[in-house]
C-alpha cells in the first residue's frame, strides 16, 4: 500500500508538473510557438512521459481550464454555502457564473492564448444546476413541470450569455437581466426576481486569493494570439 501511495503521489506530481509547465509558456509564447518538447523540457520530464497524461497539446491545455474550473467550483459552493432559499441559490449561483464570464482573468486569458476552440464556458455542474431546480420545486419556490427540459433550458441560457459576454456583444447589465429571466421562466413572480437579482454576492470568509495569470510575463504572448 506503501508503494502504491508513493507512485501515486509521485504520477500526481508529474501530471502537476506538465500542467504547470504548460500553463507558464501558453502565457508567455501563445500557442503557436510551443511544442510538446518545450513543455517537457520546462516540466524536467521525458518526452514520452508527456503521452502518459496527455495525447496531446489540446488535451494538456483543457486540463489546465479544469484546474481553473475546479477552482471556480469551489469558490461557488464556498459562497452557496450558507444559502437556504432555493431560488437565491439560483440567483446567487447565475449572477456568479455571470461575473466570472467577465471576471475570471485567468479563465478569460488562458483560453485566449491557448488557441482552443469550442464551447469552454464556465458554469455550475450540470447535476448541480439539477438538483437545484427540483429542490426549488419540492420547496414550492419554482413551478416547474419537467426539471431536466428547465435544466437544459437554464443551461443553455447561461453558456448562450458567457459566450456572447466573451465576444463582447453584451455588457454587465446583461448578467442581470440573464438572471431575471430565468427565475422568470423557473415560475418566479417577476417583483421577486428583481429582488433576488438585486441581492449582493455573498463575499465567502474562507475563499483565498484567487490564482490569476499564473506564470504570466506581460506583453509576450499577446501579440502571438492574434
Known amino acids: 500500500m506503501t508503494e502504491t501511495?508513493?507512485?501515486?503521489?509521485?504520477?500526481?506530481?508529474?501530471?502537476?508538473?506538465?500542467?504547470?509547465?504548460?500553463?507558464e509558456?501558453?502565457?508567455?509564447?501563445?500557442?503557436?510557438?510551443?511544442?510538446i518538447q518545450d513543455i517537457t523540457e520546462r516540466a524536467d520530464v521525458g518526452l514520452g512521459t508527456f503521452y502518459n497524461y496527455f495525447e496531446s497539446k489540446q488535451a494538456v491545455f483543457e486540463a489546465v481550464l479544469d484546474e481553473i474550473r475546479e477552482r471556480f467550483n469551489h469558490r461557488l459552493d464556498t459562497i452557496r454555502q450558507p444559502l437556504k432559499d432555493p431560488a437565491l441559490i439560483v440567483a446567487v449561483?447565475?449572477?456568479?457564473?455571470?461575473?466570472?464570464?467577465q471576471d475570471n482573468?485567468?479563465?478569460?486569458?488562458?483560453?485566449?492564448?491557448?488557441?482552443?476552440?469550442?464551447?469552454?464556458?464556465?458554469h455550475?455542474?450540470?447535476?448541480?444546476?439539477?438538483?437545484?431546480?427540483?429542490?426549488?420545486?419540492n420547496a414550492g419556490r419554482f413551478k416547474v413541470e419537467d426539471v431536466y427540459f428547465a435544466q437544459s433550458l437554464?443551461?443553455?441560457?447561461?453558456?448562450?450569455?458567457?459566450n456572447e459576454i466573451a465576444r463582447g456583444r453584451l455588457g454587465r447589465q446583461s448578467m442581470e437581466?440573464?438572471?431575471?429571466?430565468?427565475?422568470?421562466?423557473?415560475g418566479l413572480p417577476d417583483l421577486v426576481a428583481k429582488a433576488l437579482v438585486q441581492?449582493?454576492?455573498?463575499?465567502?470568509?474562507?475563499?483565498?486569493?484567487?490564482?490569476?495569470?499564473?506564470?504570466?510575463?506581460?506583453?509576450?504572448?499577446?501579440?502571438?494570439s492574434l
Open 154 to 162: 437554464v443551461l443553455g441560457m447561461v453558456r448562450h450569455v458567457n
Open 105 to 122: 482573468e485567468e479563465w478569460n486569458t488562458f483560453l485566449t492564448y491557448s488557441g482552443l476552440v469550442g464551447d469552454y464556458v464556465l
Open 124 to 137: 455550475q455542474d450540470d447535476e448541480q444546476c439539477l438538483k437545484d431546480i427540483r429542490r426549488g420545486v
Open 93 to 101: 449561483t447565475l449572477k456568479y457564473c455571470f461575473q466570472q464570464a
Open 199 to 224: 441581492t449582493p454576492l455573498p463575499t465567502p470568509a474562507t475563499d483565498g486569493p484567487i490564482r490569476y495569470l499564473p506564470g504570466k510575463r506581460q506583453g509576450t504572448a499577446a501579440d502571438q
Open 5 to 23: 501511495n508513493r507512485l501515486a503521489r509521485k504520477r500526481e506530481r508529474t501530471r502537476a508538473a506538465l500542467l504547470q509547465a504548460a500553463r
Open 25 to 35: 509558456l501558453v502565457y508567455e509564447r501563445g500557442h503557436f510557438k510551443i511544442s
Open 177 to 186: 437581466d440573464a438572471t431575471r429571466y430565468i427565475l422568470r421562466m423557473l
